[in-house]
């Protein structure tokens, strides 16, 4: 992509909004769809495809683009993390894959090239993406065996996931801010405590579909807010790392 956000707070805000905003549109799209958890995924892949297609044709550089990729993604990731659960896969197992996942995308990913991140921007190429779904799958998977596994409920687990992802941001140092892994270990943090937060939300008197359109107008509306200010663009050359 063209457009790559800043790592920095306000890029995170609106990544963390995006987190809530996409765990209910997993769950949108599933229960009040009817599409299921299995049967949306084609229809959000030929999205987030055409969504790559007009970003390339586009001679502009626009992070429209980048956040809608993202939103796709966590929806797809959501009802993919779901799945385990139609399978009756414990928590422990599921919890393994997905990090697993995680990680051997991101070794393969270190394996040609990219150890860092590129002046606090992220690379935006096809492993990017493919990391983004599978932390999006295990940040599911994570909230749901916080909300459920272990009983907390969907509130308190939101809670303490958020301190977890309050811990990682105070950690960070000029260090940690260039560290690809760092950078993922947040994420997964992020996606896990959106699901519970999501969920919390959705299953509160509102019901899920007022939800989806909340937690989706707060994300718009936030990140339009801030795009002037995280929006970075860089050449392609810049961003092959």
Sequence with gaps: MKC????YKNYWVSLMLASI?????????????????ANGLPILFLCLGATFVFEFVDDKAKIIYYWIAIII????????????????????????????????SLFLW?????????????PLNAFYFITMFFAGVAGTVVGDAFSYGL?????????????????????????LKSNLS???ITVVLIRSAGTAAGDFIANTDIGLTLSTLITGAVFVL??????KKYLRVISHVEAKI
């Design 4 to 7: 790559l956000p800043f790592s």
């Design 21 to 37: 905003f996409g765990a209910n549109a997993g769950d949108f799209i599933a229960d009040v769809l009817g599409l299921g958890h």
């Design 73 to 104: 993604i966590r929806s797809a990731a959501t009802n993919m993390g779901d799945i385990f659960h139609d399978f009756d896969i414990p928590f422990k197992i599921s919890t393994m894959l997905s990090l697993c996942a995680v990680i051997a």
């Design 110 to 122: 270190k394996m040609f090239g990219a150890n860092s991140l590129l002046k606090n921007t992220i």
């Design 151 to 175: 009983e907390l409920g969907n509130l308190y687990a939101a809670l303490t996931l958020g301190f977890f992802v309050g811990l990682a941001f105070f950690l960070w140092n000029d260090k």
């Design 182 to 184: 760092y950078y993922w």
């Design 222 to 227: 936030v990140t339009v807010f801030f795009r």
